[in-house]
């Protein structure tokens, strides 16, 4: 087992429905041309093999040079079913991964020249700060969702190891979360949230982060970071962003279609510049960020064949027979190679397994312990510490074609059992006795 003490605090941020090829394909492609990265390919062969046909279109991996947004109301339907539809099971348990349009219900859209969007990908422009932590730190080429659905049953498998739920659904069933998991061995964790955290949707939690001290507002922590010594910080941060399914004010910055990804990248550049704000802190810190699952978008690389059995007393009874779509991760840290690409099996709960490496003994749970895929410390590297912070790229002139922020609440509609979720969070804000005057979500209990 890797030694970790090197590291003092592990910083994790989790991303909205954005696959591998879709964000990080084209480092596959001139002009950077990387042989090293599992990305898009323009030779004919490969792109008959993923062409997805969409009645009588033919529609394959194009350069999509807008990250501002996307057509409203374009939200590619991820849950289990849309999914299997998505990645196309055949008798032979193979998965052409030829689906993604067809799978596509024409009440989300029945314009051709809509559809096709899930076959886009960024390229550098578009995705600068994704750029500039796949040059200067390493990347995941192998990193899979945990499981082929949503976004609630993926997050808990990543927050706790297991699902209760194959569907998302509110409110969330009360589980162990990996907060009870740090709770329980005395290890310190906090939350920065812009805008309601994800797992205000579990009941039981929803009175901290409310009233307590784990959950603070992201505003917070670039000045926590900065003014007080690592040793002071908590051991696990998490760090959420604002959900596009969530009631909010201003941007959405989660990467959730139909949102466009620069409002992103400028949240994930805001992280990076408060980690790298004190050096002190910097040298002694990982921090992982990822993608809860693919959120429709193409990626041509099948799931692997690991299954998933449904834990006791879950919601569902059919067993998951792969992993979900392959999405994005960036290692970011002192301890990761420059430019580096890890080609190690991983899905959510790899995290799951460097945190019991580290703080539990070696071990998370006999269930994360036994799955099919390596640990996040696989890819770490402490032979030759990288100590200095490299400068995210100006990114002004890319922010500034924007559209304007929203300048009230945004509340969306509950089309969707996320939606819903998140609108349910903030009537039982309110029945918790939070009002208008509450420090972080007063605008929100108008």
């Given at each position: 087992?890797?030694?970790?003490?090197?590291?003092?605090t592990?910083?994790?941020?989790?991303?909205?429905?954005r696959s591998?090829?879709?964000?990080?394909?084209?480092l596959?492609?001139?002009?950077f041309a990387?042989g090293?990265?599992?990305?898009?390919?323009?030779?004919?062969a490969?792109?008959?093999?993923?062409?997805?046909y969409?009645?009588?279109?033919?529609?394959?991996?194009f350069?999509c040079?807008?990250?501002?947004?996307?057509?409203p109301?374009?939200?590619?339907?991820?849950e289990?079913?849309?999914?299997?539809?998505?990645?196309?099971?055949?008798?032979?348990?193979s998965?052409p991964?030829?689906g993604?349009v067809?799978?596509?219900?024409p009440?989300?859209?029945?314009d051709?020249?809509?559809r096709?969007?899930?076959?886009?990908?960024?390229?550098?422009?578009?995705?600068?700060?994704s750029?500039f932590?796949?040059?200067n730190?390493?990347?995941?080429d192998?990193?899979?969702?945990a499981l082929?659905?949503?976004?609630q049953?993926?997050r808990l498998m990543?927050m706790?190891?297991?699902s209760?739920?194959a569907?998302?659904?509110?409110p969330?069933?009360n589980?162990?979360?990996?907060?009870?998991?740090l709770?329980?061995r005395?290890?310190?964790?906090?939350v920065?949230?812009?805008?309601?955290?994800?797992?205000a949707m579990m009941?039981?939690?929803?009175?901290?982060?409310?009233?307590g001290?784990?959950f603070?507002?992201?505003?917070?922590?670039a000045?926590?970071l900065?003014?007080?010594?690592?040793d002071d910080?908590?051991d696990v941060i998490?760090?959420?962003?604002?959900?596009?399914?969530?009631?909010r004010?201003g941007?959405s910055?989660?990467?959730?279609a139909?949102a466009?990804?620069?409002?992103?990248?400028e949240?994930?550049?805001q992280v990076?510049?408060?980690?790298?704000?004190?050096?002190?802190?910097?040298?002694?810190?990982?921090?992982?960020?990822?993608?809860?699952?693919?959120?429709?978008?193409?990626?041509?690389?099948?799931?692997?064949?690991?299954?998933t059995?449904?834990?006791?007393?879950?919601?569902?009874s059919i067993?998951?027979?792969?992993?979900?779509?392959?999405t994005?991760?960036?290692i970011?840290?002192?301890?990761?190679?420059?430019g580096?690409v890890?080609?190690?099996?991983?899905?959510?709960?790899?995290?799951l397994?460097?945190?019991?490496e580290?703080?539990?003994g070696g071990?998370?749970?006999?269930?994360?312990?036994?799955?099919?895929v390596g640990?996040?410390?696989?890819?770490?590297?402490?032979?030759?510490?990288?100590?200095?912070?490299?400068?995210p790229?100006p990114v002004n002139?890319?922010l500034?074609?924007?559209?304007?922020?929203p300048?009230?609440?945004?509340r969306p509609?509950?089309?969707?059992a996320?939606?819903q979720?998140?609108?349910?969070?903030?009537?039982?804000?309110?029945q918790?006795?939070?009002?208008s005057?509450h420090?972080?979500?007063?605008p929100?209990?108008?």
């Open positions: 087992m890797v030694d970790l003490d090197n590291i003092k592990i910083v994790i941020v989790m991303m909205e429905n591998f090829d879709h964000m990080l394909g084209y596959s492609l001139a002009p990387r090293d990265v599992d990305g898009q390919k323009i030779d004919p490969w792109l008959s093999q993923f062409t997805n969409d009645k009588a279109q033919a529609n394959q991996p350069h040079t807008n990250p501002y947004w996307l057509p109301e374009f939200d590619p339907p991820h289990r079913d849309n999914i299997a539809a998505q990645i196309d099971p055949r008798q032979d348990n998965y991964m030829n993604f067809g799978a596509i219900p009440k989300v859209s029945d051709p020249n809509v096709k969007l899930v076959m886009g990908y960024f390229g550098a422009y578009e995705v600068p700060i750029h932590f796949a040059q730190f390493t990347i995941c192998r990193w899979f969702s082929p659905a949503g976004t049953p993926n990543a706790g190891g297991a209760m739920i569907l998302n659904q509110s969330l069933p589980q162990d979360l990996v907060y009870d998991w709770n329980q005395k290890v310190t964790w906090r920065y949230h812009q805008g309601i955290p994800f797992f009941p039981k939690w929803l009175a901290p982060v409310l009233f001290d784990n603070r507002k992201f505003e917070d922590l000045g926590d900065q003014n007080t010594p690592p910080l908590p998490f760090v959420e962003p604002t959900y596009g399914d969530a009631p004010w941007r910055t989660d990467d959730h139909p466009g990804v620069s409002d992103g990248q949240f994930l550049m990076y510049n408060a980690v790298i704000a004190n050096v002190d802190f910097w040298k002694s810190t990982l921090m992982v960020i990822d993608y809860d699952e693919h959120g429709g978008f193409f990626d041509h690389v099948r799931p692997p064949a690991i299954p059995h449904p834990p006791d007393g879950a919601r569902w067993p998951f027979e792969t992993l979900g779509v392959r994005p991760a960036y970011v840290s002192p301890f990761v190679a420059r580096g890890s080609h190690n099996l991983l899905d959510h709960t790899s995290l397994k460097l945190l019991g580290k703080y539990g071990s998370y749970s006999s269930d994360v312990d036994a799955r099919a640990s996040l410390s696989h890819v770490l590297d402490f032979t030759n510490p990288q100590y200095d912070t490299p400068a790229p002139e890319y500034a074609k924007r559209p304007p922020a300048q009230v609440v945004v509609p509950r089309d969707t996320l939606q979720g998140f609108a349910d969070v903030v009537e039982n804000m309110k918790h006795g939070a009002d005057t420090p972080k979500f007063g929100l209990l108008q």
